[in-house]
């Protein structure tokens, strides 16, 4: 793949913080749109979706095409209004921990599996949709849909260490320039259709770092995912990045 898209894209400097705002369930974006109003989670009940919510604000979740029954979890560690007239459930951590689990019921008896990550960004709006029934109800994705899938695809390949089938993973420690506070290291790479690149930032401050994802993006680059947005000095977290194809 070459050197990492982030070297001479800017000099390190003094790092400027600003609210967090995306996540991987915005993995639709691109370097002129780069937030939305909603995170769209597609899979089935077998999947992991993985999203964002506010820390202080009620999010909203729904279940496209469907009411939900109930959502489960840890005791404790969020509370749950539920909309009874329109089937959606509107939900606020309740914890300190950076990332938290529910399983969100429907009314046609599926489970679904949220990976809900407390950032301090507004109230978020959650759709679950059914990959499967959009399917059997022969709803044929469109170029962006498909483009959207793919980013997803390579998205998760990065964070879960996973080499596709279509794409070639190589293994890497190459330091990048930031910024100041921070110690940046491309760690792996994937390169097909799309390229991906995982790194490992550092805070190397001696104080808190908010982290802000739209701060890494560049020119090419389609999402970008941190795992933690907010690190203790010498905390460390994983940043993934999905960019254009030498061909795009």
Known sequence: ???????????????????????????????SVPVFAGQYLEGSPDDG?????????PNLIRVEGRKIRRIQGVEGEFLVTP????????????????????????????HWKLMLKVADVPAETLVIRDRSRARVEGKAFNADDSRNAAIRRVMLALERGAEPEDMTARDTLEIVPLWNEARFVLVRTLEGALLGEKYNLTNVSSSRMVIDERELYRRGVLAVMVDSLELEPGEATNVMVVLEGRDG
């Open 1 to 31: 793949m070459g050197g990492s898209m982030y070297q001479s894209s800017r000099k390190p400097a003094t790092r400027i913080r600003l609210v967090p705002a995306m996540a991987l369930a915005l993995l639709l974006g691109s370097v």
């Open 49 to 57: 979706l993985i999203a964002t919510v506010s820390r202080s604000e």
């Open 83 to 110: 909309d009874k007239e329109t089937g959606a459930a509107y939900l606020k951590p309740n914890t300190d921990k950076p990332i938290f689990s529910v399983f969100v019921a429907d009314d046609a008896g599926r």
